[in-house]
């Protein structure tokens, strides 16, 4: 099946950083959606993107679906330990069946 | 709160052994949804539900098959466990896709080790 492109696959930074990480995907999609999944659990919804050119926040994150509707990005500004773990970010396409097409994964390490 | 919860966060099994996970959502969902979760591959689809016992194939249902007999209970079902089959999976459900504010919500997991 199709998949999307997410990058960078890992991070590495100091507390207190700005964090930034991106999807890319040869097709469109109406919803973009970014997860992020602790050590041994499952993924726990942060942001949804419902409409081209959108930009949300959520206290420290910010994501933005870009108005190709290919593409999205997710912010995490002034990085804490807490904020460690897999980053992923998925698309769907609209159908009633909410099938989400998921990127590989952004491993998010965070140094006090 | 939804909650999707699922019958063992760790299991150990043998080659050819048949596998049951369960999962459970209590949020009167009609979508239900079955991944793998491999390092570097994000997570693929097995197979999902989208009503009572009608089921869909994902992007990678060799191996497995699943039941929907109730509405709230989606069975993921290794009739022969292999190695490969060592992997994290998750359960997850959502309402109908219908143009609103829908999204998927996944239980913990299962980390399932085949020897």
């Known amino acids: 099946g199709q998949q999307l492109n997410q990058s960078p696959q890992s991070m590495f930074i100091q507390e207190g950083e700005d964090v930034s990480m991106n999807c890319t995907s040869s097709s469109i999609f109406n919803t973009w959606l970014w997860y992020k999944q602790d050590p041994g659990e499952g993924p726990v919804l942060l942001i949804a993107?419902?409409?081209?050119?959108e930009l949300t926040s959520n206290g420290r994150l910010t994501a933005q679906f870009g108005i190709t509707r290919k593409d999205s990005f997710l912010n995490i500004s002034a990085s804490i330990p807490s904020d460690v773990g897999i980053y992923f970010c998925a698309g769907q396409l609209g159908t009633s069946y909410g099938k989400l097409t998921f990127g590989q994964g952004t491993i998010l390490t965070v140094h006090p | 709160d939804v909650k999707v919860t699922q019958s063992s966060r760790y299991l150990v099994k043998r080659t050819g052994e048949k596998v049951f996970l369960e999962c459970v959502q209590d949020m009167d969902h009609e979508n239900m949804f079955w991944y793998r979760q491999d390092p570097g591959l994000g997570l693929r689809l097995i197979y999902f539900?989208?009503?009572?016992?009608m089921k869909e194939k994902g992007d990678i249902p060799e191996g497995y098959s699943v039941s929907r007999e109730k509405k709230e209970r989606f069975s993921l079902i290794l009739e022969s466990a292999s190695t490969n089959q060592t992997s994290m999976y998750l359960c997850?459900?959502?309402?109908?896709w219908g143009g609103g504010r829908e999204t998927q919500y996944f239980g913990p997991g299962t980390r399932l080790l085949v020897l």
């Open positions: 539900s989208y009503d009572v016992k």
């Open positions: 993107l419902y409409k081209a050119g």
């Open positions: 997850a459900s959502s309402p109908l």
